[in-house]
């Protein structure tokens, strides 16, 4: 071992020695040294997400909230309490008390698990800052506790109007070249707050989706439409001279998008016609809920008089997987159908008699759908009614 040599100093009144002994190096002793920590398992847990619904969530109504929390540590382990708040747009400390918790699982290393809370938003301040907090109470040790927390800004300050069309029904039972018809096209106002929906134009043959401001060849200018009504405009058209069918009726409301809206997605509509028609029609929102499956479906109901005793043919040919059921006069259940037409289509035939009462409704096989469809008789006349 070599060590730096020793300093000493005489003083007058005897020998004082002053050492300096600098470091040693080689041999096989040891100084001593910063004690770090030991590698260890821990786990580390990072909130990665939430989610948001409704997504425009306004002052005072329900949502929720679905929150997913990561292990990004190398152990398996309790995750502790996942703690939330409504609006809260400060960094929360240990022990800070969230206004709802849940009770995560033990959760293994590179593992994911959450929970969907149910809250109310503020009554007013929107937007607002939602905030997560795992491992809220720090009661588990952790090797990186940065990433605990996580906020998302929503909500908005007020409603909003968001016009849709919400049918198109043609009055006339059979359309060919130069003729007149007449078209009665529904609006809706399905947003939360009222507006003006302004201009709505149509076209008897427009194929192609319509930019703001044009001008089709009809059109009528609509007042004020309070939240969730609907309004219903007629028009007299002549079809097209060139072709027999497969024409492309389209309507546009607001087409001068003059009006924010929720979803300026749902503004136009547009189906096929020519030829012998049904009646063509839109499941939406607003429509009544499914008899046959309940609160999950939407439903048109329709009044069928027979114009003949025997055999009767109901055809349903839908953008979507569509199904008929058939009543009595008394709504009393007679039978179904789902896919005995053509591509999921549904086409119910039963023996009825002339002149005596039957309902029919129209809704789809799977839940929440929207679509457009048509609906045609072998015999007789269907009229649109509302469930009793």
Known sequence: ???????????????????????????????????????????????????????????????????????????????????????????????????????????????????????????????????????????????????????????????????????????????????????????????????????????VNQPNAQACGAVGDDYVYLGLLGARESVSQDFTLTTPGLIVSNWTFRAFVDSGCDTDELDEGNNQYAILYGGVLGTPYRLAITDQVSTWWGSTHYADYYRLIPAATGSVTLNMIGSFDTFLILYDSNWNYLTYDDDSGDNLNARLTYNLTAGQTYYVEATSWAANVFGTYTLTTSSGTLTPVVRP
């Open 1 to 203: 071992m070599k060590c730096t040599q020793a300093i000493g100093t005489w003083l007058a009144s005897g020998v004082v020695v002053l050492l300096t002994l600098a470091g040693c190096t080689g041999g096989s002793g040891g100084g001593s040294g910063n004690t770090g920590h030991g590698g260890g398992e821990q786990a580390d847990f990072e909130v990665t997400s939430i989610e948001i619904n409704p997504a425009t969530l306004y002052p005072g109504k329900t949502g929720t909230a679905s929150v997913v929390v990561y292990n990004k540590g190398n152990t398996t382990t309790n995750a502790g309490v996942l703690g939330i708040w409504i609006n809260q747009p400060d960094a929360q400390g240990c022990g800070a008390t969230p206004e709802q918790t849940w009770v995560l699982a033990p959760l293994g290393a590179g593992q994911s698990a959450g929970h969907t809370f149910t809250f109310v938003a503020p009554n007013s301040g929107a937007p607002w800052t939602f905030r997560a907090f795992a491992n809220a109470d720090c009661s588990i040790p952790e090797s990186d506790t940065s990433n605990n927390q996580l906020s998302k800004t929503y909500g908005q300050t007020e409603e909003t109007p968001d016009f849709a069309i919400h049918s198109v029904v043609f009055n006339s039972g059979a359309v060919i070249t130069d003729t007149t018809f007449t078209v009665t096209v529904t609006v809706t106002n399905l947003g939360g707050a009222s507006g003006a929906p302004g201009y709505l134009d149509v076209w």
